[in-house]
């Protein structure tokens, strides 16, 4: 099953701040991991970000939220910062 992914024009910014080998490593990941299964190869969050997932890439992470076959990325950042941007990009919203 082949599922849709849209990237938030704050994500977008995240990738395009990358190094350009790390972002197509990235980006890599975004097409074979989360638009094939990214329940597979996802982890759920907790706490603040209940309801959302993470995908890891090196020491960066993917946060994304999944609803049916939809897959919307909110931040790409490094591990030690991904979390509270996160949380930040997604005060309000309720899954």
Same mark, same amino acid.
């Given at each position: 099953? $082949? !599922?849709?992914?849209?990237?938030?024009?704050? &994500?977008?910014?995240?990738? #395009?701040?990358?190094? $350009? #080998? @790390?972002?197509?490593?990235? @980006?890599? &990941? @975004?097409?074979? *991991?989360?638009?094939?299964?990214?329940?597979?190869?996802? =982890?759920?969050?907790?706490? =603040?970000?209940?309801?959302?997932?993470?995908?890891?890439?090196?020491?960066? %992470?993917?946060? !994304?939220?999944? &609803?049916?076959?939809?897959?919307?990325?909110? $931040?790409? %950042? #490094? *591990?030690?910062?991904?979390?509270?941007?996160?949380?930040? %990009?997604?005060?309000? *919203?309720? @899954?």
């Amino acid at each position: 099953m $082949a !599922f849709a992914v849209e990237v938030r024009d704050q &994500a977008l910014d995240d990738l #395009n701040d990358l190094p $350009a #080998n @790390i972002r197509l490593r990235v @980006i890599g &990941a @975004i097409e074979l *991991r989360l638009g094939t299964a990214p329940a597979r190869y996802g =982890s759920r969050l907790r706490k =603040s970000l209940r309801g959302y997932w993470k995908l890891r890439v090196g020491d960066l %992470r993917i946060v !994304f939220e999944l &609803a049916g076959e939809r897959v919307t990325i909110w $931040a790409v %950042r #490094n *591990r030690n910062d991904v979390y509270p941007e996160a949380v930040r %990009r997604t005060r309000g *919203r309720r @899954i």
